[in-house]
């Protein structure tokens, strides 16, 4: 856990006496960083606190509207076409690598997800606390979008959830909401905990894991709706890629094509032919 100042001046002093520079996007990669990220793990959450408290002019706003539904809709498209299911994080990391590329601040948000709708006669979970190999969900905010779902549809359901869902989701944000034990734990694990600890059974992430307390106080949780579906994404943690760009990603590749490929073959020539239309 660590103290996130609420305002961007003090943020940027606290980098200042550390001797990290914050001019180019990216400087969780500075060797002052990691240093100071050694200590305490942390530590990256003040990076996504600087990209959301940063200043931003209307120009760049632009760009950012611009850019994102094209790259959102490609790399959506190039994960569902390819079949690899579940894989959120990786696509996250990438997603986030190629938006530093085109000049856009992002970092990702590893938390859970709920889904319900009419269709289905419970509620769909993705807990970030579960006895699954790969718990809970994580999506990429990108000021001033707060959701940049990629993955959503491309997950391993098992009641047709994925055409009840978009192919992508990108939203400026909807309802905020405050989350609790329920949106985070799976059910039975969430039972022993409260049995052990007692209290409020709401409040059991609380006391069981403390570390996520700064992040989940300081960036926001949403809930919001796709049609009559209603997703409620709550944040856990923040997550970015320790690879120093993009042409280092190779842990996995989408259609034959590893992350760098994806931006050179597709989305860049997409981004440019989007350019001549306008001009």
Known sequence: MINIPDNYDALLKLFKTLDIPTDEIGFYNHRSFIRAERRNVSFIELYAAFVRLRSREASYDDHVRKTVPIVAKILAEEILSDGQLGACVDAAQILNKILEELGIWSYSIQGAIKIDAPELPNSTHFWLFDEKPMPGHVWVVAPPYEIIDVTLKAQPYSRNEAELLPQF???????????????????MMLAMQHKMLGGSLRNVHKRTNPGMMSAVNFFPSWELKEGSTLLRYATGGVSLSDAPNLAAIKNRTWNGRYAVAVLNDLILPALEAETHKEN
């Open 169 to 187: 989701l990108i939203s400026e944000g909807g309802k905020r909401v405050e989350p609790n034990a329920l949106d985070f734990t799976e059910p």
